[in-house]
């Protein structure tokens, strides 16, 4: 008597990716229900089941399903929006768009389109990190793919959480609800060291050992990474993440570029999975992970696409095939990464990586029915060489692509037959992406259109109108101004001594308000010649009107101040400025009281460009035309003190004179 089963794959080359890297040709899988229930040779299945339907895969590849080990599968909304960037500069380009357009409408729409992508390519699981992860899980689970989606935390506010404490309430009631589906394994996704606390770090941590559930983050993906790591932690990256107790889960590290040899020793241990991103990572010149020590030490090592605006697709056998080609250029060694081993990336042991290969990653009886068929008939995959038995691990990994991927099952159920797909309405979702594209473009090109919107989408400013009474006179004698200060016409209320370093960021004229963004830095000296504190600052300086008086200069302009968080080269790349003036002066400086009024004094020296000798610099804020003119005699008044003729009083700036010079 047959026995029963729903669907029976017969006449195919079987790669069954099993323990002993079983191949059955001419041979047959057969699936009941959500699982496999046999494999075998064609005849013997034939004669032994009776299915509901059966598959003729003459010329064909039955493969386990692959596994896409890290991605971010709504940014497939983003791709291509803007490439070629740095990852901060990328990082910092993208984060405000997602706070503007990212909804569970919109991770659901960018997971549909990524669904069908990834299913053409013949994955059926993939792990995920990103916002509104219950939304990404309902559109997931509805297409019928299996995946691991964590859900991210920041310290920094996100698209559905204010902080990293909502962020955790979301991780909690998103794995109250999905933890034990059949498809979707909830995880913890703080998204990476640096983008958090260890009290943050911490926090995950137990909640996934609470829930035993996975973690899923960023580890050492750049070398300024592990670069920061050293010089605020005094360790590379993954100590630092276990002191916060991340290798006490069910950690699956994405990227894991800069390791050294002792932290993959220590994720080994841990039983930690490894998200190797080779696209992702050249694309952003991150770095080649080294994937031979790595599996040498015995590390689960699975292979991901990233993000698809950060790669910018997510075919995975496009993707294990650059890993396999760059692990052997890497080392500069061709036997490194064969091919067989290659396709074990990708499917039982990136399972494993995923913690998911009780369940997935090989065709064996027990195992869920994940499986592709894969033609091999193409011309780009002909002729077939036969003697030896390896022959079809190098035809899959290089020669096969993503458009020979014919039938694809997750979990039992057919998500593309004959290269349609069945679960996801593949015309109406480019549609509409197609709208929330033109949406996107709308915003970008506002936010293009001026530094002053680049500056507020990036962090926010405070609004300040400037006017000041001011005027500079060089080459004036250090002992004439400090018998000034030192004298009975003034009172000192404080004094600083500073390094100043400004970098001028010049735009183009059509934005008045927007004229120049200073970078500054200051480095604050003490009386022993050590700098004791740093400070740095964003002022977006508008162009402004000059009324020029007999003695000095009242200038009115609009000021936007930010806090300069991130590097000089961040803003140079993220601004984009036509040009650039850079001054770095020795600053000496007291606020004085002067016939009642608030003066400041600088005693500049312009070391960058060289200027010779020392300019006195005298600066009010006022607010009328008629307490300028005050302020102006009396600034000549002070100028007559210290012995400056009027004459020759400077009344440009500090990047003016440097232009000049």
């Known amino acids: 008597m047959p026995k029963k089963a729903d669907v029976l794959l017969t006449g ?26 046999a494999i075998g040779l064609a005849a013997t299945l034939t004669a032994d089941f009776q299915a509901d339907e059966t598959i003729d895969c003459t010329g064909q590849v039955i493969m386990p399903g692959l596994v896409n080990a890290h991605t971010h599968v709504p940014m497939t909304l983003f791709r291509g929006l803007n490439d070629d960037l740095r990852l901060d500069v990328w990082l910092g380009y993208l984060m405000p768009v997602e706070r503007e357009f990212v909804t569970p409408d919109f991770v659901k729409l960018g997971t549909r389109i990524a669904c069908a992508e990834m299913i053409r390519s013949g994955v059926t699981t ?174 689960n090592l699975g292979v991901g696409t990233d993000g698809p605006a950060s790669n910018n697709d997510l075919d995975m056998i496009e993707e294990v095939r650059l890993a396999a080609l760059l692990a052997k250029a890497q080392s500069s060694d061709p036997t490194v ?63 096969a692509k993503s458009g020979d991927v014919q039938h694809v099952m997750c979990n039992g159920r057919w998500l593309m037959q004959n290269q349609t797909l069945l679960t996801v309405d593949e015309k109406q979702a480019m549609t509409d992406a197609a709208q929330v594209a033109a949406k996107i473009d709308a915003f970008v090109q506002r936010r293009e259109s001026s530094p002053y919107n680049k500056l507020v989408l990036l962090s926010g400013v405070q609004r300040q109108e400037s006017f000041e009474v001011q005027v500079k006179a060089p080459k004036v004698e250090k002992e004439a101004v400090f018998n000034f200060l030192n004298s009975d016409h003034c009172t000192i209320v404080r004094d600083a001594h500073y390094k100043q370093y400004d970098h001028y960021f010049i735009f183009a004229d059509e934005d008045p308000d927007s004229a120049r963004l200073r970078y500054r830095e200051d480095e604050f000296v003490g009386e022993d010649g050590n700098v004791y504190q740093t400070r740095t600052r964003l002022t977006l300086i508008g162009e402004g009107e000059r009324l020029e008086f007999p003695n000095a200069v009242m200038l ?9 968080d991130r590097s000089l080269r961040f803003y140079r790349e993220y601004f984009a400025p036509e040009s650039e003036i850079e001054v770095v002066k020795d600053r000496l400086r007291w606020h004085i009281i002067f016939k009642e009024t608030d003066f400041a004094i600088n005693f500049d020296k312009v070391v960058e460009p060289a200027v010779p000798g020392n300019f006195l610099e005298i600066k009010s804020r006022t607010w009328s035309r008629s307490d300028a003119e005050r302020k102006a005699g009396l600034i000549a008044e002070i100028l007559s003190l210290v012995g400056v003729e009027l004459e020759t009083a400077e009344r440009q700036e500090y990047a003016d004179i440097a232009q000049r010079q």
């Open 12 to 37: 195919g080359t079987v790669v069954t990716m099993n323990e002993q890297y079983e191949i059955i040709e001419n041979g047959a899988v057969a699936v009941a229900g959500d699982s496999i229930v």
């Open 126 to 299: 993939f792990a995920d990190m990103y916002y509104f992860e219950e939304a990404i899980a309902e559109e997931t689970a509805a297409i019928g793919m299996r995946a691991l989606l964590g859900q991210t935390v920041l310290v920094f506010p996100a698209p559905d959480a204010a902080t990293f404490e909502d962020a955790l309430v979301l991780a909690r009631r998103f794995i109250e609800r999905w933890n034990g589906h059949p498809l979707i394994q909830p995880a913890v996704a703080p998204h990476a060291w640096y983008t958090g606390t260890p009290e943050m770090d911490r926090a995950c941590a137990d909640l996934a050992r609470a829930f035993d559930v996975p973690i899923h983050t960023h580890v050492a993906e750049t070398s300024f990474e592990v670069e920061n790591a050293r010089q605020q932690h005094h360790t590379p990256v993954v100590p630092v993440i276990a002191k916060h107790g991340l290798l006490d889960t069910k950690l699956l590290a994405a990227h894991c570029v800069h390791l050294e040899k002792g932290e993959m020793f220590a994720l080994k241990q841990a039983g930690a999975g490894v998200a190797h991103c080779p696209s992702s990572n050249l694309k952003l010149a991150s770095g080649i992970a080294n994937v031979k020590e790595m599996l040498d030490i015995g590390i």
């Open 337 to 399: 990464l064969p091919a067989r081993q290659a396709l074990e990336l990708v499917t039982r042991r990136g399972a494993r990586a995923l913690h998911m290969g009780d369940v997935t990653g090989s065709l064996e009886v027990g195992k869920r029915a994940d499986l592709a068929v894969v033609s091999m008939n193409h011309l780009h995959n002909w002729p077939h060489f036969n003697n030896n038995p390896d022959g079809v691990y190098s035809r899959l990994i290089y020669a």
């Open 556 to 564: 009115s302009r609009t000021r936007f101040w930010a806090d300069a």
